[in-house]
């Protein structure tokens, strides 16, 4: 790869990384405003369905968001090894696990608050 082309996946990574990101918390948003308005008129059977769907959608796009960082991560990584790009001065894969434990994070927090909003009483 050349030098430009190196540069170039980076960035791109960086910015699939971000839309995945922005998309994980479109769907929790989602997630909570269903919880919130409809939660308690739904059967067991409903809900199951909404968290599966749920939980299968942010760990698709958690995992992407992570996996997309990383790549951009080693190939800046890389592109700091070249002649004319200045140092590479990230914090490296540590910035891929604080972005995985938001989106564990994140989705633990969303399912217990649709579990509080099914259960009130038990708080």
Known sequence: MTEYEIVNVAGTAFGNGLNSFAVFFSIVTAYLIVAYTAAKGLTRLQIFIVNLCYL???????LFTVS???RGIQMARVASETQSVGAYHG??????V???II????I???LYFMWSVRHP???
Not at 91 to 96: D, V
């Open 98 to 100: 604080y972005v995985a």
């Open 108 to 110: 633990l927090a969303s």
């Open 56 to 62: 299968l959608a942010t760990s698709f796009f958690g």
């Open 68 to 70: 997309t960082f990383l």
């Open 91 to 96: 914090i490296g894969e540590a910035a891929c």
């Open 121 to 123: 009483n038990t708080e």
């Open 103 to 106: 989106v564990i994070v994140v």
